[in-house]
C-alpha cells in the first residue's frame, strides 16, 4: 500500500478509533466495547457499535451490533469455529438492514471483530466456505483489511 492508499484508506476509514471504549460486565466478566462508526454517506453521522467478548467454547465468542444515531439497530455480526478441526474462524452471519448497505457498515463490523479477534486468540477472520452470494462479493472485491492497517 502506497502513501496515497495509505492517505485515501484513512479519509475513509469507517471506525473512529478515538472513540473506543472497553468494560467489563460485572456479572460474567464479559468484556463490552463500544465505538463509533462514521457514516460517510450520511454526512459522517456517528453509528454507535457494541462488541461482546465472551468466554464460548462452540465459538470465538464475539458478536457486533450497529444502531444508527436514533438508537436504533442497523446491523448485526456473529463469529463462528469452522472446519473439521475448529481451527478456522468465520463470520457466521451479517445482517445490514437494506437501507443502511453499501454505507460500510459491514466493512466497520468485520474490522471490529477482526481486532477483537486478533487481541484474544491471535487470529485472522478468514471467508467462509458457506458464502452466500453477497459475502463472496464482499471477498472478492472488499478491501476492508487494508483500512485497518493504517491502525498497527
Same mark, same amino acid.
Given at each position: 500500500?502506497?502513501?496515497?492508499?495509505?492517505?485515501?484508506?484513512?479519509?475513509?476509514?469507517?471506525?473512529?478509533?478515538?472513540?473506543?471504549?472497553?468494560?467489563?460486565?460485572?456479572?460474567?466478566?464479559?468484556?463490552?466495547?463500544? %465505538?463509533?462508526?462514521?457514516?460517510?454517506?450520511?454526512?459522517?453521522?456517528?453509528? +454507535?457499535? #457494541?462488541?461482546?467478548?465472551? !468466554?464460548?467454547?462452540?465459538? +470465538?465468542?464475539?458478536?457486533?451490533? %450497529?444502531?444508527?444515531?436514533?438508537?436504533?439497530?442497523?446491523?448485526?455480526?456473529?463469529?463462528?469455529?469452522?472446519?473439521? !478441526?475448529?481451527?478456522?474462524?468465520? %463470520? !457466521?452471519?451479517?445482517?445490514?438492514?437494506?437501507?443502511?448497505?453499501?454505507?460500510?457498515?459491514? #466493512?466497520?463490523?468485520?474490522?471490529?471483530?477482526?481486532? /477483537? /479477534?486478533?487481541?484474544?486468540?491471535?487470529?485472522?477472520?478468514?471467508?467462509? #466456505?458457506?458464502?452466500?452470494?453477497?459475502?463472496?462479493?464482499?471477498?472478492?472485491?472488499?478491501?476492508?483489511?487494508?483500512?485497518?492497517?493504517?491502525?498497527?
Amino acid at each position: 500500500m502506497d502513501s496515497f492508499d495509505r492517505a485515501w484508506a484513512f479519509m475513509k476509514a469507517p471506525i473512529d478509533w478515538a472513540s473506543y471504549q472497553e468494560r467489563y460486565d460485572d456479572e460474567d466478566n464479559n468484556r463490552i466495547v463500544n %465505538v463509533d462508526y462514521v457514516n460517510p454517506k450520511e454526512g459522517g453521522k456517528r453509528f +454507535p457499535m #457494541t462488541a461482546w467478548d465472551y !468466554d464460548d467454547f462452540t465459538s +470465538p465468542g464475539i458478536d457486533v451490533s %450497529v444502531n444508527n444515531p436514533e438508537g436504533e439497530n442497523v446491523a448485526n455480526a456473529w463469529l463462528r469455529y469452522e472446519g473439521d !478441526d475448529g481451527s478456522r474462524v468465520s %463470520v !457466521d452471519k451479517t445482517k445490514v438492514n437494506e437501507a443502511y448497505r453499501r454505507q460500510g457498515i459491514n #466493512t466497520a463490523m468485520y474490522l471490529l471483530m477482526e481486532q /477483537l /479477534l486478533q487481541e484474544k486468540a491471535n487470529q485472522k477472520i478468514e471467508p467462509s #466456505t458457506r458464502q452466500t452470494e453477497d459475502g463472496e462479493r464482499f471477498w472478492e472485491s472488499s478491501n476492508w483489511r487494508d483500512r485497518h492497517d493504517i491502525y498497527g
